[in-house]
């Protein structure tokens, strides 16, 4: 058989491939894909850790923040971009945190 025959069948091999125009969807939906839990409210003890690390919040630090997102707790890494106390919120790379969300902050040593 001849390497022009091969090419031959591999194209026509490829005609009966499965066509996957969604390309990248379903590990996308995968990755957006988180299990639906209630928001917990802190113990008095647990509130004056938060308040603490909310306390000692700078700009430009870098920082892992465990929050809720609305539907469950969503861990973030990133470098504070603001920080409001007026608005009670702060900003990881573009995306703001209400205080009152914030389940735990941990600065990053360098």
Do not use: N
């Amino acid at each position: 058989m001849s390497s022009r025959d091969t090419g031959r069948r591999a194209e026509r091999a490829a005609q009966f491939m499965p066509f996957a125009a969604l390309t990248g969807y379903y590990d996308l939906v995968r990755r957006r894909e988180h299990v639906c839990e209630p928001r917990r409210d802190p113990g008095e003890e647990d509130a004056a850790r938060i308040s603490a690390e909310l306390a000692s919040l700078k700009r430009g630090q870098l920082v892992r923040v465990t929050h809720y997102d609305g539907t469950a707790y969503a861990e973030r890494t990133g470098v504070v971009s603001s920080v409001e106390p007026e608005f009670r919120a702060f900003s990881i790379a573009r995306e703001r945190i209400s205080f009152d969300d914030v389940w735990s902050i941990v600065p990053i040593s360098s």
